[in-house]
């Protein structure tokens, strides 16, 4: 069975621009989440999709958003990137989603630099 | 807000010690304890969870013991290899909520 697929796995991008991230999750898992990771605020919960609803959002601005389709995959937005969005993005995908406390199996992450 | 801590930010063993990997956590409300792996380049990797009501759980090498009075959570890895070198957090989630709450992790090194 194929883990959590994220793409791209690196990413280099300017101040000002946009980002769009995708996640493939485990075939059967309808939840999927997305979270950031940085070396000074360690992992932080960006939001989690079920069925195509957002279902939670973390203390992120409106800038980063987040979609998923009806095949359960999901992709990330960040616009107008600034230098401290720098980080590595994770996905994480379950059957139903924390709420019934399922593990969460995480890709490898997509590595994003802001110059 | 939640707050899940760590002890130490590192920790080195010798190989074939025990380990012993602290947390604490702030919220009195979580109810469901999760431990991950990350290794380099590599997403966290779930170890082991507890849930609130149970104190201890094993699994192959590895025990998580809960201390719910002092929100306290423990991993405890037996005879540790040189492949057990990595970042390890803890995580915490409260029925009801959909996301996770991480620690901010503790590095252990191996020494062979």
């Known amino acids: 069975k194929a883990g959590v697929t994220q793409t791209p796995r690196y990413l280099i991008k300017t101040r000002g621009q946009q980002v769009t991230l995708s996640c493939s999750p485990i075939?059967?898992?309808?939840?999927v989440s997305w979270y950031q990771q940085t070396p000074g605020q360690g992992l932080q919960f960006l939001f989690e999709?079920?069925?195509?609803?957002?279902?939670n959002k973390g203390n992120f601005p409106g800038r980063f958003s987040g979609r998923q389709f009806s095949n359960s995959r999901s992709e990330m937005n960040v616009s107008t990137l600034e230098l401290g969005d720098s980080a590595l993005y994770l996905c994480?995908?379950?059957?139903?989603?924390?709420?019934?406390?399922?593990?969460?199996?995480f890709g490898s992450g997509t590595q994003l630099s802001v110059l | 807000g939640e707050s899940v801590g760590l002890h130490l930010p590192t920790l080195s063993v010798q190989e074939g010690d025990n380990s012993i990997i602290n947390c604490a956590y702030s919220n009195s409300a979580s109810d469901y304890f999760i431990w991950y792996k990350q290794e380099s380049g590599k997403g966290p990797q779930f170890i082991i969870d507890i849930r609130s009501n149970m104190d201890k759980r094993q699994g192959q090498r590895v025990t998580v013991l809960l201390n719910k009075t002092v929100k306290h959570l423990s991993l405890q890895i037996a005879a540790t290899q040189p492949g057990d070198s990595a970042v390890y957090f803890c995580?915490?989630?409260?029925?009801?909520?959909?996301?996770?709450?991480f620690g901010t992790g503790t590095r252990l090194t191996v020494i062979p």
């Open positions: 075939s059967g898992h309808r939840s």
């Open positions: 994480a995908s379950s059957l139903a989603g924390a709420t019934t406390n399922e593990k969460l199996f």
């Open positions: 999709y079920f069925s195509e609803t957002q279902r």
């Open positions: 995580a915490e989630a409260q029925t009801g909520a959909n996301n996770l709450f």
